[in-house]
């Protein structure tokens, strides 16, 4: 199998969102994608690259030079497709004893955190509820857009989610092995976050931020032998839902900062 010189955490897209509300009856949204790392191999063996950005027709279009999705929105409207980012994660060796995780077999994920605010690091969350945010271009405004799952996307309240879908690929032996959204439960063994859906954005100090998980390979046991098969490349989309609600005319940012890297055993 193939062998990686050197296992490094790729630190992928830095996706930025600045919604734009003006006053009443006219409310423009854009969302600002920056991309920052987006594609980095390492020896051939580790990538994070982003494949596409689609925007959904007559609701955003995307700007390639500024990396940017954008539309206009009115107060209380709101979608659950302002735009889908593909990214394809490759990941094909079996040791590097020098370096822990030092494998592929055990599969990757991806983590997202919000940093949006490059002015103040300290403003990607907040500080009391501990919801990823949006902050205002004035600095006169205190409101903020939260990402909250409980606020939905109906355009009742004002409000920033994603969700994963992994792309299911079918290999040269028939198998379709394909990422899937992380999923979480609380102490009582119930859901509390599921990423195939629409979900809330990991804030800055959130203890779980990973947000889609998949593995290149797959076991094979003969006897007491497993051996592991390369099924080759991953893809997984993140779809942006927004919902402007009632919130203060003015242009709203967060950033979220993609990271790949390769699970320990387990």
């Known amino acids: 199998m193939l062998k990686s010189s050197r296992l490094v955490a790729i ?16 409310h423009a949204v854009t969302i600002t994608q920056q991309e920052v790392n ?54 094909n060796f079996l040791s590097d004893n020098d370096f822990t995780p030092n494998t592929c077999q055990h599969g990757w994920k991806v983590s997202a955190t919000v940093t949006n605010s490059e002015n103040d690091p300290t403003k990607n969350y907040d500080a009391t509820t501990h919801e990823a945010i949006m902050v205002p271009g004035n600095p006169q405004n ?9 606020n939905g996307l109906t355009g009742a309240n004002s409000n920033w989610l994603i969700k994963i879908t992994g792309d299911t690929r079918t290999y040269q032996d028939g198998s379709t092995v394909h990422p899937v959204g992380a999923e979480y439960t609380d102490s009582n063994n119930n859901i509390a976050r599921d990423y195939t859906d629409f979900e ?18 797959t076991p094979v046991t003969n006897g007491n032998t497993t051996t592991y098969t390369y099924k080759g490349y991953q893809e997984f ?5 927004f919902s402007a609600g009632h919130a203060t005319a003015d242009t709203y940012t967060g950033t979220i900062t993609y990271t790949l890297s390769v699970n320990a055993a387990s």
């Open 11 to 26: 630190t992928g897209c830095l996706l930025g969102l600045s919604v734009t509300l003006l006053p009443l009856g006219t």
């Open 38 to 91: 987006v594609s980095a191999t390492i020896d051939g063996y580790l990538s994070f690259t982003a494949v596409s950005h689609t925007p959904t027709t007559n609701v955003s279009s995307y700007d390639e030079t500024n990396n940017k999705y954008y539309g206009a929105f009115n107060v209380g409207d709101h979608t659950e497709a302002f735009g889908t980012s593909r990214y394809q994660v490759s990941c």
């Open 237 to 241: 989309d993140v779809t942006y839902g």
């Open 200 to 217: 809330a954005i990991p804030y800055g100090n959130a203890t779980n931020k990973t947000v889609v998980t998949g593995n290149t390979f």
């Open 142 to 150: 205190a409101y903020t857009i939260k990402s909250n799952k409980a």
